[in-house]
Nanobody, 124 residues
Framework: QVQLVESGGGLVQPGGSLRLSCAGS????????MAWFRQAPGKEREFVAR????????DYADSVKGRFTISRDNAKNTLFLQMNSLKPDDTAVYYC?????????????????WGQGTQVTVSS
């Protein structure tokens, strides 16, 4: 199995940018398709973006399309989420997740491993 640790969260003004990282350890990181999810206060956790083993398939929620970019560096066992043009509605705890499926869907149940989350707050 793989252990996942997120970092890079913080407080940012509307219109600003943040880059989240998710470091994997344990079993080979490149064996997993990966995703980002987020959970805002009082809301259910929701899908943000996913990327398959080699990056051949990348998919975004409509709410972040054009503003967020998911990427991975398998040599460094790291997943990234570049977030630009941030809005107050992007405020949430962001989680990275790993799946043993070759092509997982957006469903949370498709993901087997989860990090502890990192807080992102967008506010002036």
């Amino acid at each position: 199995q793989v252990q996942l640790v997120e970092s890079g969260g913080g407080l940012v003004q509307p219109g600003g940018s943040l880059r989240l990282s998710c470091a994997g350890s344990g079993r080979t990181f490149s064996s997993y398709s990966m995703a980002w999810f987020r959970q805002a206060p009082g809301k259910e956790r929701e899908f943000v973006a996913r990327i398959t083993l080699t990056g051949a398939i990348i998919d975004y929620a409509d709410s972040v399309k054009g503003r967020f970019t998911i990427s991975r560096d398998n040599a460094k066992n790291t997943l990234f989420l570049q977030m630009n043009s941030l809005k107050p509605d992007d405020t949430a705890v962001y989680y990275c997740a790993g799946s043993e499926r070759v092509i997982p869907t957006r469903r949370q149940n498709d993901y087997d491993y989860w990090g502890q989350g990192t807080q992102v707050t967008v506010s002036s």
